[in-house]
């Protein structure tokens, strides 16, 4: 296996098994976090979320649709500083409709929990970042 296989694999499983990741918006005053329910497209190109209109984040995408997206595997205990891994994703956020917000909905309704589709489904746009580059951050030698 190659590392670029060795890598997908990661980014799969990781992307598979966290339901939540940190939205990184910009504002005019100043940096906001959010946390978010996310799912990955199957190519990997893609991170989908969703949030509605009326939410600050919402306001910050339309105004400056570049953010970062932090996924990461940790567990709160002192050995994710070393076990722990980290993706950072970095892109422009794009709000979906038509089809291709069907299709989401078709591919969320498999990945994410009741709770959270609803609030996809029923209240929210939903949104795609296409990110560039990844950062990894953790045990190296995996």
């Not at 009741?114 to 951050?137: G, M, Q, V």
């Given at each position: ?14 992307f598979t098994d966290q339901l939540l990741a940190v939205l990184g918006t910009q504002s005019q005053s100043g940096p ?32 400056i649709p570049q953010v970062a997206m932090v996924i990461d595997n940790r567990s709160n ?66």
């Amino acid at each position: 296996m190659t590392q670029k296989d060795e890598l997908e694999q990661l980014l799969r499983q990781l992307f598979t098994d966290q339901l939540l990741a940190v939205l990184g918006t910009q504002s005019q005053s100043g940096p906001y976090g959010s946390l978010v329910a996310f799912y990955a497209t199957d190519d990997l190109k893609h991170l989908l979320f969703a949030t509605t209109r009326s939410t600050r984040k919402y306001d910050n995408l339309t105004r400056i649709p570049q953010v970062a997206m932090v996924i990461d595997n940790r567990s709160n205990k002192e050995g994710d500083f070393h076990e722990a891994i980290a993706v950072t994703a970095i892109g422009t956020v794009k709000e979906v409709g038509g089809p291709e917000k069907e299709q989401f909905k078709a591919d969320t309704w498999r990945s994410i929990p009741a709770c959270l589709i609803l609030f996809t489904l029923l209240l929210a746009p939903s949104s795609k970042l296409r990110w560039e580059p990844i950062i990894l951050s953790g045990n190296s030698s995996r």
